[in-house]
């Protein structure tokens, strides 16, 4: 594992833009240092071509982007990566070896691993708030990692056909991932917390559960567009109003979180096809209304016995 830090080099691009103005600096310089980070990152969130992030890049303030990404290395931010990581790496090991990058990203995404052929772990310095955030962040997206390099050596993922049933698996064995690395209870509280969403998220999903897990399961097979990124998954696509944001990751947590709940591991579970998962988990919910349907049955029997 190389740990890679782009924060002298932004530093560079924030006195080139001074000359040659954002947009040039950026893409000349920052983006073509990284592109083998960043072109991915294009197709699998942002799902656009370069030109069309540079309104984005425009509208950064390249200071305050370059103050946070310095707070990060102050506050020994690689250390935590790094501490976090071999953590991880015990509870969970990875099948393939992989890259850190630590860059300065467009404000959107805080950290991602994706399906690519060669694995790396990206986070946004730019988005950084304390080593507390590091916490639940880095297990989370080291727990993708483990997914993808083993669904793609197993054939049972592609790489441009993503559905949303597979990210929402995804996203919910990701924020679990943490809970169980740091030995926290699972249950509703706990899920938000390690979703980042936010009170308000948090408060939203908590009084429409049913209603979200309706409306994924109506679309859990569709592939996955910008459209359906930015209304269960994050804004990285483009900015929206109204529900928060990531309400996917709260109802793959809760799914998972039943397996994890009745004794499966989950590291098993990581490596395990999506198809598989759910199979498991209709599997356990028919036992459980089987259950209950039984205990019903025999205390109605002895009811009408006495």
Not at 6 to 28: I, N, P, S, T, Y
Not at 75 to 94: F, H, K, M, N, T
Not at 95 to 112: A, F, I, Q
Request: glycine share 8%; proline share 4%.
């Amino acid at each position: 594992m190389d740990i890679v830090s782009g924060v002298d080099d932004f530093e560079h691009c924030v006195q080139l833009a001074k000359e040659q103005g954002k947009w040039r600096a950026w893409r000349e310089y920052y983006f073509e240092s990284y592109r083998h980070v960043f072109d991915p990152m294009l197709e699998y969130l942002y799902m656009c071509p370069l030109e069309d992030v540079k309104p984005i890049v425009e509208r950064m303030d390249f200071a305050q982007t370059l103050g946070n990404a310095r707070r990060f290395v102050r506050d020994r931010g690689a250390e935590w990566v790094e501490r976090l990581l071999d953590e991880s790496e015990r509870q969970c090991s990875v099948d393939s070896p992989y890259d850190v990058y630590l860059l300065v990203g467009l404000g959107r995404v805080d950290g991602t691993a994706l399906p690519v052929e060669t694995p790396f772990l990206y986070f946004g310095l730019e988005l950084y708030d304390s080593p507390s955030q590091l916490w639940f962040l880095v297990p989370h997206e080291y727990n993708h990692l483990v997914r993808l390099t083993s669904l793609l050596g197993q054939g049972a993922i592609e790489l441009d056909t993503i559905s949303v049933g597979e990210l929402v698996i995804l996203e919910g064995l990701g924020t679990l991932f943490p809970l169980v690395l740091h030995g926290r209870e699972i249950g509703p509280t706990s899920i938000v917390e390690a979703g980042m969403m936010g009170r308000d998220g948090a408060e939203y999903c908590l009084q429409h559960e049913e209603r979200l897990f309706h409306e994924i399961q109506e679309i859990w097979d569709v592939q996955l567009t910008p459209e359906l990124m930015r209304s269960y998954f994050s804004s990285v696509s483009g900015r929206r109003e109204g529900r928060p944001e990531k309400i996917a990751y709260y109802v793959g947590s809760r799914r998972v979180g039943d397996l994890l709940n009745g004794g499966h591991d989950i590291c098993q579970l990581t490596r395990m096809p999506t198809d598989d998962i759910v199979e498991l988990w209709r599997g356990e919910q028919a036992a459980k209304e089987e259950g209950v349907r039984s205990r019903h049955l025999g205390t109605s029997s002895r009811s009408f016995e006495a």
